[in-house]
């Protein structure tokens, strides 16, 4: 078991640094690359389906490796142990698709576990990094896009009642932060 938590351990290092390598390098050329901008899209999902990949073949092969040489379990299932059976139970595994066809047996079963949480994370970080791609690749195509206020990024132009953050007063002034509107009295029949 230790055996199989120390790979456990050298897989989320390796696996995270290489996201963060293939990822930094995007960062650090895609606004470089002269290619329209909503093409540019088209790069960030084909460098992290890639960066997946090659992560998804990191974990497959230390499975392979742990099962036939260290002999800490190997995988069950109709189409039995081999190179290539790691390699797809790695891709269910990391996807967290899970078919249920090969299972792991033995102490590889932590592996598998890891490995869907690590798969988990990185997919959303691709997730996170394919979103800011796109908002700044697509709105630099725009002509025109809102500035924003340096107190809370609401746009310009939004205010007092139509800003969240602020809600209109008992005297109906919505630039100003007094009493809520929830605490006006009602106006006496006197």
């Known amino acids: 078991m230790i055996v199989t938590a120390t790979c456990c ?4 290092a390796l696996s995270t640094m290489i996201h963060y390598e293939f990822l930094g390098s995007l960062n650090a050329r895609l606004p470089t690359l002269k290619i329209p901008s909503r093409s540019k899209l088209i790069v960030v999902i084909f460098t992290a389906f890639t960066a997946h990949a090659i992560e998804i073949g990191v974990y ?6 742990l099962a036939k040489y260290m002999d800490v379990g190997t995988l069950s299932g109709p189409i039995g142990m081999s190179l290539a059976s790691c390699f797809y139970f790695s891709a269910e595994t990391f996807t967290s698709l899970g078919f249920g066809d090969l299972t792991p ?4 079963r932590l592996l598998a576990g890891v ?6 994370l990185l997919v959303g970080w691709s997730a996170s990094y394919t979103y800011i791609a796109m ?9 025109h896009v809102p500035a924003m206020s340096k107190k ?32 006006r009295r009602a106006p006496s029949s006197h």
């Open 152 to 183: 809370r990024d609401w746009p310009v132009g939004i205010s007092g009642a139509d800003r969240p953050d602020r809600m209109p007063t008992v005297e109906g002034d919505a630039d100003t932060e007094t009493k809520p509107a929830t605490a």
């Open 135 to 143: 908002e700044r690749f697509w709105n630099s195509g725009r002509e």
């Open 115 to 120: 490995e869907a949480l690590n798969g988990l």
């Open 105 to 108: 047996t033995g102490p590889v």
């Open 9 to 12: 351990a050298l897989l989320i």
């Open 60 to 65: 497959g092969t230390a499975l392979f490796l």
